[in-house]
Every structure is written in structure tokens, then in C-alpha cells.
């Protein structure tokens, strides 16, 4: 698609990050524009800015400010949920209902909420009224912080740092970071943390839990990824954004006898849905709708010259989809009434009338078919199974009688499972496309490491086979190998969207729960990955699991690798958000840019988790001659010999 790029004499991010190289002091976190004196570029040692701000208050102030945008964003996601969720209790939002009771009366129980006798809607109408009420709290405790383990709690309570309400500790993230506030680096991180906290343990638990109950907890279904999922021969509309609500319902309205009805009429043999980002993870791993890429592919997308209309909501859509798209006949059209894009079509998205909206979208699209000129769309595309939410995991190894994480903690225990990395996060096109993600992940699955994934990193992996029962085993280790076979699991399990890397927060809960494995996160044999970040998003992602535990590995840049001859040990902030980070909460936050490095980092840090919980060391030769692994060799044998394996007996 580059080359095709290339010869229409088109750009793409690819070619603008060649183009424009990265300000080496703002990579660095060292330039300082919060206020009307500078901007302050520290490029020498014992230097500060106007105010007197030194290097590591200025790494620490950048480095929070991310983090609140990231928690702003994926929490502001969970606030517009929660307004659904009422709406969809209150009988006005047109089209929703409420598709899983059964999650609908977990989550309420879990905070005390009455069920017994009460219909769905009551009990919607509660739980979406105490989760809207976390955003705005001003004093206390957000409440899905009680679903941590109560070890973990109480790390957080001896520190100060339990999220009093999920606005509150954004908002005072942007305050400390004023001229002339927070001074002191740790100081400034600690709150970080509390802001981080306010996102994992808060908007966005709340996002995965009103998107499960609304749309259905994710299981196994069959999808497919890459450009090749988009159809010569139908109308292609592409969701790219990150909110299920609007993805959901172009589900719905594509799937609508009239509007079916409306495109064969237009000359199409019907609506082609397909995802890209994290709406597209949404509805990939709900109802199979095929993900058409990740970040890095939405203008490759709209250089096929097949897509009708690329409909967008918020988050990691470039603006230079805009400005591609006037060269083929492919309409950008915006929804969010957040979100708005100079030169494209504005149709705004209302859950009230929200199915009415999907289909005028739906409409558009189709009325623009005739407009289609030659496509060039690649015939590349890759089954994958999504669909792997931890209460499908509890299933999946205990039955319905016993859903259960036992299977998988004994199999840790055991050594047949080395530990489980969850790979995270973004594409950036500072390094190849999928390259970071695809080489952490094969390394890690030949070491017996069980992998989960969200984000486009669960597409990196879809791209390349990983999300496959038996197809994705070939370059697995043999005791990971043993425990699919059994099970009749991929060795990479993708588990949703962005906001739901509150689902591992949830697995790697349960896990301490099943027992075997220590009373804390920290304790688990267990590393998290954000191989190609680039959001602010990730950022605050990677505090929270770090203030929960884990040991986090970003690829790519450091934003706070600050001057560069200066060893890391000697950068405060550096060594604050490791080693410190590490004393207090037993996870901690470095960046590697090297992919073996990372992979090496990890497996000695789950190794170390090993040890101190008096589990045998990791072993590959002790597995792996059961499962599959026979019947496997005697398939590749001649006939002749096949047969004398199988029956003891020489056949002519
Ligand atoms: O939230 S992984 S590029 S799409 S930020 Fe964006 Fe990064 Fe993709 Fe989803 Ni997450």
C-alpha cells in the first residue's frame, strides 16, 4: 500500500515521519511550555528554566500531564457509557437494550446494589447513577477500586494515592502542573499515580463493565484482519474510533432489511462493515465484524479507493484522513460532538435516536458507491478468534460447573506456563509497522510465556496468525503448546480494546484469588508490554498497571529520558517511576527500544516472580511429549510408515 501511496505521489504517516524527525529536547521531556516565559529548552546539565524549574520537576510535570490526558480520555469514555446505560434504563435510548443480565447483576451485587425481584432496567438505572456519581466525587473512595485485591488496597491506602473521584485527581494533575506549583519530581508522580489509578480502577472499568452489560460479554467467535476483509463488490463503511455505542449500532443499521434493500439498489450487493482501532476491536470480538487494521492502517485503508465512508467517533483519528481522502471519493464522516474535522462531513451521533443516526450514516455511504473509481485492495487478509473476556477464560478452564482459573495456575505453578505477558497498546511509525509488537510476541510464546492482548497490538497479532486455536501453535513453547492443545485455546488470547486492559486487571485479580500464586498482583510471574506506544493513552495505561503491580515495558522513546549523557541511574525521574516505583508498589516503568532487550527484561523479571514463590525454574525439556505432539509426528511420516506407527503393522 506504501508503494501504491508512492506512485499516486500520496503521503501517509509513514512517509511524514520520515520527513519530519522528532524534536530531540521535547522527546526528552525537556522542554517546559506551561507558561508564557519560555518555552524552556534545557539542553545542558545544572541548567532550568525562567522559574528556576529543574530538569526532573520538568520530566515530571510533561510526563503526569500525559497521563491525565490519557486517563481524561478513557474516562470520559466511561462517563458517556454510564449517561447510555441511564438512558437505556430510562427507556430512552433507541435501539440498546440490555443485553447481559447476568453481568448487569454481578457488577451491581459487587457494590451492594439490590437485585432480588427487581427487573434489569432498576437495577441499570442504580448501577449507571452510582457510576456516573464516581466521575464528579469529591471525597472518599471510586468503588471498583474495591475489586482489587485487598493486599493491593491497601498499598494504596498506606500511600495516600485510592482516586477520590475520577474528575478530582485529573483536574489536580492540571493544577500541580501550573507555574509555580508541585516542585518536587516524586511528588508530582505519586499524584500520577492517583490519576492513573482513576482510569484503570475507574473510567475505564466502567467502560468495559455498562459495554458488556449493553452489548454483551465477549466469548470466542470467528473474525478476520487486514485490508483484505474490504469487498469489490459492496459498500464499505470502515468505524474508526473508540466508542461502542455508535460501532454497535452501525452493526444493527448494516444489518437492517432496508438498508440492505437501499444499497442493492445503489448497484451493491450490501453494506461491508469492518473496524479499525479500537471500535473495530469492539465489535471484532462481539459480533465478528472483520477489523479492517490498526492505527497505522486508516489512511492505508482509504487508499484502496474502496471505501465509501470511514465513519469516526473520538481518539487516534488523523486529521490527514481528510485531506487523503479528497483524492479518491472515500467521505470522512465525524459523529462525536467532541470531535470535529476541518473539511469533513458532520453527522452527529445521539444515543436517543442513535439506531435513526446509523442509518442516515449508512445512507450517505451508500449514495456515494457510484462515485467509486479503481479499487486497490490487497488480497491479504487472516482468521482470527477474539473474544477471550476473563469471565469466558473462567469458563473455558473449569466448565460451567466449575469456571475456574484454577487450570491456569496450576499450569504456572507446574512450569508448563513460564508466566503471562499482556502486550499492549499502539502502532508508531517510528519503527516498522507491527514489527515491535510481532517480534516481542513470537519471542515471548517460544519461552512459554501465555500472552494476552488489547488494542492494536491484539490486531498486530490477529494479522499474523496468533489468534488461532490450533494454527497459531506451530512456533509455541512445548508446555504452552500442551495447555492449548488440552484446552483447545490460542496461545494469544485477545481480550478487547484499550479500556478493557481492565480486563487483565480483573484476570490477574482473579488469579491471586484462585491461590498458588502469592496474596498480591506483584507476586505473579507476570510482565505488561506496550512494545510501539505512542498515545497518551498508553501512558496512563502503563501507571496503572505498574501502581498495580507489574512490571511495564515500553518500546520506542522514553518522553523522560532527558539529557543524553547522562547514565539513567543519575535521571531522577528515570530511576523514581523503576526502582522507586518498584519499592513501593512491586511494579515499575522503563523504556527499551530493543526488542530483544525487552524480551530478555521480561523473562528474567517472571523467572524472578518464579523463584521468590518457590516455584520450580522454567524448564522447557520437562514438556511438551503430551498433547498433540505424537499425533503430530506421525501425520508428517510417508504413508506406509504412518500407518505401522499407528497400528503396529506393516501395510503394503
Ligand atoms: O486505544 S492502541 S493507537 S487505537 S491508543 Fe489508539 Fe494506541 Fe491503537 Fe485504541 Ni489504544
Not at 488496597?153 to 475520577?166: A, C, L, S
Not at 486497490?376 to 473455558?396: A, C, K, T, W
Request: a negative charge; charged letters at 20%; hydrophobic letters at 40%.
Amino acid at each position: 500500500m506504501l508503494a501504491h501511496a508512492a506512485a499516486l505521489g500520496l503521503g501517509t504517516a509513514f512517509s511524514r515521519a520520515e520527513e519530519m524527525s522528532p524534536c530531540n529536547i521535547g522527546a526528552a521531556g525537556m522542554c517546559c511550555k506551561l507558561c508564557g516565559m519560555g518555552p524552556c529548552r534545557l539542553t545542558k546539565d545544572g541548567q532550568t528554566g525562567v522559574c528556576g524549574a529543574t530538569i526532573d520537576t520538568i520530566q515530571a510535570r510533561n510526563l503526569i500531564r500525559a497521563i491525565a490526558a490519557g486517563a481524561a480520555a478513557h474516562s470520559d469514555h466511561g462517563r458517556d457509557m454510564a449517561f447510555t446505560l441511564k438512558a437505556v434504563a430510562n427507556g430512552e435510548a433507541e435501539g440498546y437494550v440490555i443485553r447481559d443480565v447476568a453481568k448487569l447483576r454481578t457488577v451491581a451485587a459487587r457494590y451492594g446494589i439490590p437485585i432480588d425481584g427487581r427487573a434489569p432496567a432498576e437495577i441499570a438505572n442504580d448501577l449507571a447513577d452510582l457510576y456516573i456519581a464516581q466521575f464528579g466525587q469529591q471525597r472518599g473512595e471510586v468503588v471498583p477500586i474495591r475489586r482489587a485485591p485487598p493486599k493491593r488496597q491497601e498499598v494504596w491506602k498506606q500511600r495516600g494515592v485510592v482516586p477520590r473521584g475520577i474528575d478530582r485527581e485529573v483536574v489536580e494533575a492540571l493544577h500541580r502542573t501550573h507555574i509555580g506549583d508541585d516542585q518536587d519530581a516524586e511528588h508530582i508522580l505519586e499524584h500520577a499515580i492517583r490519576t492513573a489509578l482513576s482510569d484503570g480502577w475507574g473510567g475505564s472499568m466502567i467502560a468495559t463493565d455498562i459495554s458488556d452489560i449493553l452489548f454483551g460479554t465477549p466469548a470466542p467467535v470467528l473474525g478476520q484482519a487486514n485490508l483484505g476483509v474490504l469487498k469489490e463488490d459492496m459498500v464499505n463503511v470502515i468505524v474508526h474510533g473508540h466508542e461502542p455505542t455508535l460501532s454497535q449500532m452501525m452493526v444493527v443499521a448494516s444489518q437492517d432489511p432496508e438498508i440492505i434493500a437501499y444499497a442493492r439498489a445503489a448497484g451493491a450487493q450490501g453494506v461491508n462493515l469492518s473496524g479499525i482501532c479500537c471500535t473495530g476491536n469492539e465489535i471484532l470480538m462481539r459480533q465478528g465484524i472483520p477489523a479492517a487494521g490498526n492505527f497505522l492502517q486508516q489512511e492505508l485503508a482509504i487508499l484502496t479507493g474502496a471505501v465509501e465512508a470511514m465513519v469516526v467517533d473520538v481518539q487516534c483519528i488523523m486529521q490527514a484522513l481528510v485531506e487523503l481522502a479528497s483524492n479518491f471519493h472515500t467521505k470522512i464522516i465525524t459523529t462525536s460532538p467532541k470531535v470535529k474535522i476541518k473539511g469533513a462531513t458532520h453527522i452527529e451521533f445521539d444515543e436517543h435516536r442513535a439506531l435513526t443516526v446509523a442509518k442516515e450514516i449508512l445512507r450517505h455511504a451508500i449514495d456515494n458507491y457510484s462515485n467509486r473509481g479503481d479499487a486497490h485492495i490487497p488480497p491479504v487478509r487472516q482468521d482470527l478468534v477474539p473474544g477471550f473476556s476473563h469471565e469466558y477464560i473462567n469458563y473455558m478452564l473449569g466448565g460451567h460447573y466449575r469456571a475456574s482459573f484454577r487450570p491456569l495456575n496450576d499450569a504456572i505453578m507446574s512450569g508448563r506456563i513460564r508466566g503471562v505477558a499482556a502486550i499492549v497498546g499502539c502502532n508508531n511509525p517510528r519503527s516498522t509497522h507491527d514489527y515491535l509488537h510481532t517480534q516481542v510476541a513470537r519471542e515471548l510464546l517460544r519461552q512459554d510465556v501465555l500472552i494476552v492482548q488489547t488494542g492494536c497490538g491484539a490486531i498486530a497479532a490477529a494479522k499474523l496468525g496468533f489468534l488461532l486455536g490450533e494454527a497459531g501453535l506451530t512456533e509455541v513453547g512445548p508446555g504452552l503448546r500442551e495447555v492449548c492443545e488440552a484446552v483447545g485455546m490460542p496461545p494469544v488470547l485477545h481480550m478487547g480494546s484499550c479500556v478493557d486492559n481492565t480486563r487483565i486487571l480483573t484476570v490477574l485479580t482473579q488469579m491471586v484469588e484462585e491461590g498458588g500464586l502469592g496474596e498480591d498482583v506483584s507476586q505473579i510471574p507476570a510482565v505488561g508490554l506496550a512494545p510501539e506506544w505512542m498515545s497518551e493513552k498508553a501512558l496512563s495505561i502503563g501507571a496503572y498497571c505498574v501502581a498495580s503491580g507489574v512490571y511495564v515495558i515500553f518500546g520506542g522513546a522514553s518522553p523522560v529520558s532527558g539529557m543524553p549523557d547522562k547514565v539513567p541511574d543519575s535521571n531522577i525521574v528515570l530511576r523514581y517511576i523503576s526502582q522507586g516505583w518498584e519499592a513501593i508498589y512491586g511494579g515499575k516503568l522503563e523504556f527499551i527500544n530493543e526488542p530483544d532487550e525487552m524480551v530478555r527484561r521480561a523473562l528474567d523479571h517472571i523467572d524472578r516472580k518464579r523463584a521468590a514463590l518457590g516455584l520450580p525454574a522454567y524448564d522447557p525439556a520437562r514438556f511438551g511429549r503430551s498433547g498433540d505432539s505424537r499425533i503430530l509426528e506421525v501425520e508428517a511420516l510417508p504413508v506406509a510408515e504412518r500407518r505401522a506407527a499407528l497400528y503396529g503393522v506393516q501395510v503394503e
